[in-house]
């Protein structure tokens, strides 16, 4: 059996329903396309609903037929959702959470609550947040989950509170603001600005530049026009980045929480005197999607006032 899905409100999921129209579509449907859409490939979501491709395959059909719009591209080995997959993902989840909870209330609460972060978490706070966690929560497992989406798990309702850099692309969500994280240029160990005690974006200019283009806080508009590094290096995640950085292929910028998080000894994090900070940010569904979630939101701002 696929895991709960868990995310959004009744509203959503009365929208869904309604707009669906149950007497063909069922939650089946609803499930099979999540599972789609998190896998990526076919052949892994069948396997995970423990149904055959083709059984699957129809019954993305039917759900496509009957909404009027494709929500994948086939297209490619690897599937990808279309402009309205993405949009139908959200309300889709949010439906699977609110027929669940309205079903059985108290389910979500032997689950663990679930924080979702792209590279970072809470950067030098997060090991203090888990273990004051274990202490206050020990019947509740603190589960974070590294994944690779700007919205960190919440546009797919994979987590229960996401940890944003920036402002969130996820409508219909909650945010309140955590910290302000300065930022650091990260340099080879055996580059000539290694040794430096501080640096300048002008220092950056004429080095490559590793840009993460999908859940990276840097684009080249920190830079004026006139004065942007000429060659990027674009990169998907945060050990790619790394990667090329150690090699001496390019520098990167990047906020603190990378320098707490990522530790290498062949990357030096020389601070940036200026760079503006980047803003850390909590982001999570109403209702909530734990009845944990007031807790961990409340644990966290304690955990960085402190």
Do not use: C
Request: aromatic letters at 4%; a neutral charge; proline letters at 8%.
């Amino acid at each position: 059996m696929t895991s709960p899905q868990r995310g959004g409100g009744a509203g959503h999921a009365s929208g869904l329903l309604k707009a669906a129209g149950m007497a063909t579509i069922e939650l089946r449907h609803l499930r099979g396309f999540l599972a789609i859409a998190e896998e990526g490939n076919l052949t892994r979501a069948a396997a995970r609903l423990h149904l055959t491709q083709p059984a699957l395959t129809r019954t993305l059909q039917q759900l496509e037929a009957h909404l009027g719009a494709r929500l994948v591209d086939r297209s490619t080995h690897h599937l990808a959702l279309t402009p309205a997959g993405h949009e139908f993902r959200r309300n889709a989840a949010a439906a699977i959470a609110a027929v669940e909870h309205a079903l059985d209330p108290d389910r979500s609460r032997g689950l663990p609550v679930r924080l979702g972060h792209a590279w970072s978490a809470l950067g030098a706070y997060t090991t203090s947040l888990q273990r004051r966690w274990k202490r206050a929560h020990p019947e509740t497992v603190l589960e974070l989950l590294r994944l690779n989406e700007r919205s960190a798990g919440l546009a797919s309702g994979t987590v229960d509170v996401a940890v944003l850099r920036g402002a969130p692309d996820v409508p219909g969500v909650v945010t309140a603001h955590l910290m302000r994280e300065p930022r650091f240029a990260a340099v080879a160990d055996d580059s000539p600005l290694a040794g430096r005690a501080s640096l300048t974006l002008a220092d950056l200019a004429a080095e490559p530049l590793a840009l993460n283009t999908v859940t990276g806080s840097t684009t080249l508009a920190l830079w004026p026009p006139d004065a942007a590094p000429s060659h990027v290096v674009p990169v998907k995640n945060t050990d790619d980045w790394l990667s090329v950085i150690i090699a001496g292929d390019a520098v990167g910028v990047t906020p603190a929480g990378t320098a707490a998080m990522h530790p290498n000894p062949a990357v030096q994090y020389v601070p940036l005197t200026d760079a503006p900070p980047v803003d850390v940010i909590l982001a999570w569904r109403e209702p909530f999607t734990h009845p944990a979630v007031p807790d961990l939101l409340r644990l966290a701002h304690d955990v960085v006032k402190r």
